[in-house]
C-alpha cells in the first residue's frame, strides 16, 4: 500500500461497506448533539450581539434585552410548531428546499436551497470564530493566532466529519452535555445569588449615540434572532434517526426549544441583573461566569466547554449540508460529485467543499464574529418562509385529517419569520446583509446554468431515438486473435459508439458494468437487450462503492485468460462543449486509465463522443 492510502486509512479509518449505511443511525440523545449543537449553542453570543446594539442608546437601553428576548422565544415556539407539522408531513426528510421545491415550485425550491447553502457555510464560519473567541477570552495571549485557530478547528471538524456520522455523534455528545449542564448550572448559581442579596456594580457611565426608537429596538431584536439558526436542522436530517425516524425527531425537536429558551432567557436575564456590558476582547458568558463562578477551575471548564460545543456547532452545517449538497446535485442544480458516499457512508466532497467556503470566510473576515454576524440569519430565515409557506400549500392539497389546523400553524410560522425577514434585511442590510441578498440570486442563476448543462448532455447522449438492433449472436473463434473490455458506465450514444468500435477490432467482446448500488439492473439489461443484444454484458457488484478497482481487477484476470494477445480495453467518454463544463463531471476516464497503466494494461483506447 502506497504513502497516501495509509495516511488516508489511519485518519479516516477503514472503508465501509454500502450495507452499513443503515447501521449508521443516531439516537435521539447523539441526535440531540449532532443536529442542534448550532442552536444550542447560539445561547452563548445571541444575548451579546442583542446587547452590543442597545449600548448605543445607553445603558438605561440594555433592560429593553428581557422583552426582546421573550419576543424571540414566542418566534422560536411558532418556529419549532411549524417544523414538528413539517417533520410529520415529510417523514424521510422535509428540509426547507424538498419543500418549497414540491410545493411551490422550482424556483422557490432552488431560491430555498440557495439560502440554505449561504447559512450552512455561515453557521461553520460564526460558530468557529465564535469558539475560537470563548479560547481567547481565557488565554488573550492566543488572540493573535485567531485566524490560524479557526483554521485548525475547522480542519479538525471536517476530519472528524469524515469518519462518519456514528462516530461523529459519540464524539460531540460530551462537549454538548457538557455545555448544557454548565449553563444551568451558571443560571441557578447566578439566580441563587441574586437572591441571597448580592449587589452588582452599577453601570458605568455609558454616551448616547442613539436614540431608542422601534427602528433601533427591531435591529437589536434581528441581532438576538441568530438564537433561532440552526432550528431547522432536525427537520432536514429526520433519516439521521433511529426508526420510527419522524417520531424521535418530533420529540428531539421539542426538547431542544425547551433547553435552548430556558438557557436563552436565563443569560440574558443574568445579563440584566449583573449589569454586564459588552466588552471588547471578552465574551458575555466570560463576564458572567467571572461575576458568578470567580475565577477558579469551574470558570475555566465553562470556557473550555463554550469553546467546544461553538466549535462543534458548526457540526449542524457539517451534518445537513453535505445532504443539502446531495439533493440538489440529484436533481442536476450542483455538480454530480456531490451524490456520491464516501469511503465512510458520508457525503465526503459536500464536507470537503463545507470545510473550504468556511474556511475562506474566516480568512476574509479574520476570524471576527461581529463582522460576520451581519450576513447570518438571512438565508435561514428565507428558507424559513419559503418552507412553512410550502406546507400551507401541502396542506391545501393534501387535505387529511386535521389538515386545516396544520396549515394554520404553518401559515402563522410563514407570516412570522417573514416579518422577521424583513426587519433582519432592512436592519442589517447596509451592515452586510446585502452581500447574502445579492449572493443567492447569484447561485440561483448558476444553478439554473448547471441544470441546464446537464439537460442538455441528457439529451445528447439519450438512446431513445435510436432504433432496436439485430445483430446475430456473436461465437467465440476458435483462436482469439484480437479480445476487447469495453467498459460500461451507461448505456447511453458514446457507449453504443465505442461498442460499435469493438466489433469492429475484436473477435471476442466482453462488456463491463460496475454496480455500486445505485444501479436498476433490469432496466439495463432492457436497454442492452434492445441494442447490444450480441456482447455479453458483465455485472459485477462493490459494496465499497468503487469503480476503478473492480474494473482494473477484471481486465488483469481477462488479459491472464487471453495469453500471447493485446487485449484492448475500449472506455467511452464523451466530451463537453467547454472545458469548465468538465468540472461537472466524474473524471472516471483519467483515473481508470491510471489505475490501468499501474497494472501494466498494453492497450487502452478511448472512443470519444462530442456533445
Same mark, same amino acid.
Given at each position: 500500500?502506497?504513502?497516501?492510502?495509509q495516511?488516508?486509512?489511519?485518519?479516516?479509518?477503514?472503508?465501509?461497506?454500502?450495507?452499513?449505511?443503515?447501521?449508521?443511525?443516531l439516537?435521539?440523545?447523539?441526535?440531540l448533539?449532532?443536529?442542534s449543537s448550532d442552536?444550542?449553542?447560539?445561547?452563548?453570543?445571541?444575548?451579546?450581539?442583542?446587547?452590543?446594539?442597545?449600548?448605543a442608546?445607553?445603558?438605561?437601553?440594555?433592560?429593553?434585552?428581557?422583552?426582546i428576548?421573550?419576543?424571540? @422565544?414566542l418566534?422560536?415556539?411558532?418556529?419549532?410548531?411549524?417544523?414538528?407539522?413539517?417533520?410529520?408531513?415529510?417523514p424521510?426528510?422535509?428540509?426547507?428546499?424538498?419543500?418549497?421545491?414540491?410545493?411551490?415550485?422550482?424556483?422557490?425550491?432552488?431560491?430555498?436551497?440557495?439560502?440554505?447553502?449561504?447559512?450552512?457555510?455561515?453557521? !461553520?464560519?460564526?460558530?468557529?470564530?465564535?469558539?475560537?473567541a470563548?479560547?481567547?477570552?481565557l488565554?488573550?495571549?492566543l488572540?493573535?493566532?485567531?485566524?490560524?485557530?479557526?483554521?485548525?478547528?475547522?480542519?479538525?471538524?471536517?476530519?472528524?466529519?469524515?469518519?462518519?456520522?456514528k462516530?461523529?455523534?459519540k @464524539?460531540?455528545m460530551?462537549?454538548?452535555?457538557?455545555?448544557?449542564?454548565?449553563?444551568?448550572?451558571?443560571?441557578?448559581?447566578?439566580?441563587?445569588?441574586q437572591?441571597?442579596?448580592?449587589?452588582?456594580?452599577?453601570?458605568?457611565?455609558?454616551? !448616547?449615540a442613539e436614540?431608542?426608537?422601534?427602528?433601533?429596538?427591531?435591529r437589536?431584536?434581528s441581532?438576538?434572532?441568530?438564537?433561532?439558526?440552526?432550528?431547522?436542522?432536525?427537520?432536514d436530517?429526520?433519516?439521521?434517526?433511529?426508526?420510527?425516524?419522524?417520531?424521535?425527531?418530533?420529540?428531539?425537536?421539542? #426538547?431542544?426549544?425547551?433547553?435552548?429558551?430556558?438557557?436563552f432567557?436565563?443569560?440574558?436575564?443574568?445579563?440584566?441583573?449583573?449589569?454586564?456590558?459588552?466588552?471588547?476582547?471578552?465574551?458575555?458568558?466570560?463576564?458572567l461566569?467571572?461575576?458568578?463562578?470567580?475565577?477558579?477551575?469551574?470558570?475555566?471548564?465553562?470556557?473550555?466547554?463554550?469553546?467546544?460545543?461553538?466549535?462543534?456547532a458548526?457540526?449542524?452545517?457539517?451534518?445537513?449540508?453535505?445532504?443539502?449538497?446531495?439533493?440538489l446535485?440529484r436533481d442536476?442544480?450542483?455538480?454530480?460529485?456531490?451524490?456520491?458516499?464516501?469511503?465512510?457512508?458520508? *457525503?465526503?466532497?459536500?464536507?470537503i467543499?463545507?470545510?473550504?467556503?468556511?474556511?475562506?470566510l474566516?480568512?476574509?473576515?479574520?476570524?471576527?464574529?461581529?463582522?460576520?454576524?451581519?450576513?447570518?440569519?438571512v438565508?435561514?430565515?428565507?428558507?424559513f418562509t419559503?418552507?412553512?409557506a410550502?406546507?400551507?400549500r401541502?396542506?391545501?392539497?393534501?387535505?387529511?385529517?386535521?389538515?386545516f389546523a396544520?396549515?394554520?400553524?404553518?401559515g402563522?410560522?410563514?407570516?412570522?419569520?417573514? !416579518?422577521?425577514?424583513?426587519?433582519?434585511v432592512?436592519?442589517? #442590510?447596509?451592515?452586510g446583509?446585502?452581500?447574502?441578498v445579492?449572493? !443567492?440570486?447569484?447561485?440561483v442563476?448558476?444553478?439554473?446554468?448547471?441544470?441546464?448543462?446537464?439537460?442538455?448532455?441528457?439529451?445528447?447522449?439519450s438512446?431513445?431515438?435510436?432504433?432496436?438492433r439485430?445483430?446475430?449472436?456473436?461465437?467465440?473463434?476458435?483462436?482469439?486473435t484480437?479480445?476487447?473490455?469495453?467498459?460500461?458506465?451507461?448505456l447511453?450514444?458514446?457507449?453504443?459508439?465505442a461498442?460499435?468500435?469493438?466489433?469492429?477490432?475484436?473477435?471476442?467482446?466482453?462488456a463491463?458494468?460496475?454496480?455500486?448500488?445505485?444501479?436498476?439492473?433490469?432496466?439495463?439489461?432492457?436497454?442492452?437487450?434492445?441494442?447490444?443484444?450480441?456482447?455479453?454484458?458483465?455485472i459485477?457488484?462493490?459494496? *465499497?462503492?468503487?469503480?476503478?478497482e473492480?474494473i482494473?481487477?477484471?481486465?488483469?484476470e481477462?488479459?491472464?485468460?487471453?495469453?500471447?494477445?493485446?487485449?484492448t480495453? @475500449?472506455?467511452?467518454?464523451?466530451?463537453?462543449r467547454?472545458?469548465?463544463?468538465?468540472?461537472?463531471?466524474n473524471q472516471t476516464?483519467l483515473?481508470?486509465k491510471?489505475?490501468?497503466?499501474?497494472?501494466?494494461s498494453?492497450?487502452?483506447?478511448?472512443?470519444?463522443?462530442?456533445l
Amino acid at each position: 500500500m502506497s504513502l497516501y492510502p495509509q495516511i488516508k486509512k489511519f485518519l479516516l479509518g477503514k472503508t465501509l461497506p454500502t450495507s452499513a449505511h443503515s447501521e449508521e443511525r443516531l439516537s435521539n440523545a447523539a441526535a440531540l448533539a449532532v443536529l442542534s449543537s448550532d442552536a444550542l449553542s447560539s445561547v452563548a453570543y445571541a444575548t451579546e450581539e442583542i446587547l452590543l446594539v442597545l449600548v448605543a442608546a445607553g445603558t438605561g437601553a440594555l433592560a429593553v434585552s428581557m422583552p426582546i428576548a421573550v419576543a424571540i @422565544i414566542l418566534l422560536l415556539v411558532i418556529v419549532v410548531l411549524s417544523y414538528r407539522q413539517t417533520i410529520r408531513a415529510y417523514p424521510k426528510g422535509g428540509g426547507s428546499y424538498i419543500v418549497a421545491r414540491e410545493n411551490l415550485g422550482l424556483y422557490p425550491g432552488v431560491v430555498a436551497g440557495a439560502s440554505l447553502m449561504i447559512d450552512y457555510i455561515l453557521t !461553520v464560519t460564526v460558530s468557529i470564530s465564535a469558539g475560537t473567541a470563548a479560547l481567547t477570552s481565557l488565554v488573550p495571549q492566543l488572540r493573535p493566532f485567531t485566524v490560524s485557530l479557526c483554521l485548525i478547528f475547522i480542519f479538525l471538524l471536517m476530519l472528524a466529519n469524515l469518519r462518519g456520522v456514528k462516530e461523529s455523534g459519540k @464524539i460531540f455528545m460530551i462537549p454538548t452535555y457538557a455545555f448544557i449542564v454548565s449553563v444551568f448550572i451558571l443560571i441557578f448559581l447566578g439566580l441563587f445569588k441574586q437572591a441571597n442579596g448580592f449587589v452588582p456594580e452599577p453601570y458605568p457611565p455609558i454616551p !448616547v449615540a442613539e436614540g431608542l426608537t422601534l427602528f433601533f429596538v427591531l435591529r437589536a431584536f434581528s441581532a438576538g434572532c441568530t438564537a433561532l439558526t440552526g432550528v431547522e436542522a432536525i427537520s432536514d436530517g429526520v433519516l439521521a434517526f433511529k426508526k420510527p425516524e419522524w417520531q424521535n425527531a418530533r420529540l428531539t425537536l421539542l #426538547f431542544l426549544s425547551v433547553i435552548l429558551g430556558v438557557m436563552f432567557v436565563g443569560i440574558t436575564y443574568l445579563a440584566n441583573i449583573y449589569h454586564i456590558i459588552p466588552k471588547f476582547g471578552e465574551t458575555l458568558v466570560s463576564q458572567l461566569g467571572k461575576m458568578i463562578l470567580g475565577q477558579g477551575l469551574f470558570y475555566g471548564f465553562l470556557q473550555i466547554v463554550t469553546l467546544l460545543i461553538l466549535i462543534l456547532a458548526a457540526n449542524t452545517s457539517y451534518a445537513d449540508f453535505p445532504r443539502l449538497c446531495y439533493f440538489l446535485a440529484r436533481d442536476g442544480f450542483l455538480p454530480r460529485q456531490l451524490t456520491l458516499l464516501g469511503e465512510r457512508l458520508v *457525503y465526503s466532497n459536500g464536507i470537503i467543499l463545507l470545510s473550504v467556503c468556511a474556511g475562506i470566510l474566516v480568512v476574509i473576515f479574520k476570524g471576527d464574529v461581529n463582522a460576520v454576524i451581519p450576513l447570518y440569519a438571512v438565508g435561514v430565515f428565507t428558507s424559513f418562509t419559503l418552507s412553512q409557506a410550502g406546507m400551507v400549500r401541502h396542506w391545501f392539497n393534501e387535505k387529511g385529517s386535521g389538515w386545516f389546523a396544520s396549515a394554520l400553524m404553518n401559515g402563522l410560522g410563514a407570516v412570522a419569520t417573514l !416579518v422577521v425577514l424583513g426587519v433582519i434585511v432592512s436592519t442589517k #442590510f447596509k451592515l452586510g446583509a446585502w452581500m447574502v441578498v445579492v449572493t !443567492v440570486p447569484i447561485l440561483v442563476t448558476l444553478f439554473m446554468a448547471i441544470r441546464s448543462h446537464y439537460i442538455h448532455v441528457a439529451e445528447r447522449l439519450s438512446t431513445q431515438e435510436l432504433e432496436p438492433r439485430s445483430y446475430i449472436p456473436r461465437i467465440k473463434p476458435e483462436v482469439v486473435t484480437h479480445p476487447a473490455v469495453v467498459v460500461v458506465g451507461q448505456l447511453n450514444r458514446g457507449t453504443v459508439e465505442a461498442l460499435d468500435y469493438a466489433r469492429s477490432i475484436a473477435d471476442e467482446i466482453v462488456a463491463v458494468h460496475v454496480d455500486i448500488g445505485s444501479t436498476d439492473r433490469d432496466k439495463l439489461q432492457q436497454q442492452w437487450q434492445k441494442l447490444e443484444s450480441d456482447i455479453v454484458l458483465e455485472i459485477i457488484d462493490s459494496p *465499497y462503492r468503487s469503480l476503478i478497482e473492480p474494473i482494473s481487477d477484471f481486465v488483469s484476470e481477462f488479459e491472464v485468460q487471453h495469453p500471447g494477445v493485446f487485449t484492448t480495453v @475500449i472506455i467511452p467518454a464523451f466530451v463537453t462543449r467547454n472545458w469548465w463544463e468538465s468540472i461537472l463531471h466524474n473524471q472516471t476516464t483519467l483515473f481508470l486509465k491510471r489505475a490501468l497503466l499501474a497494472k501494466k494494461s498494453r492497450v487502452v483506447a478511448t472512443v470519444r463522443y462530442y456533445l
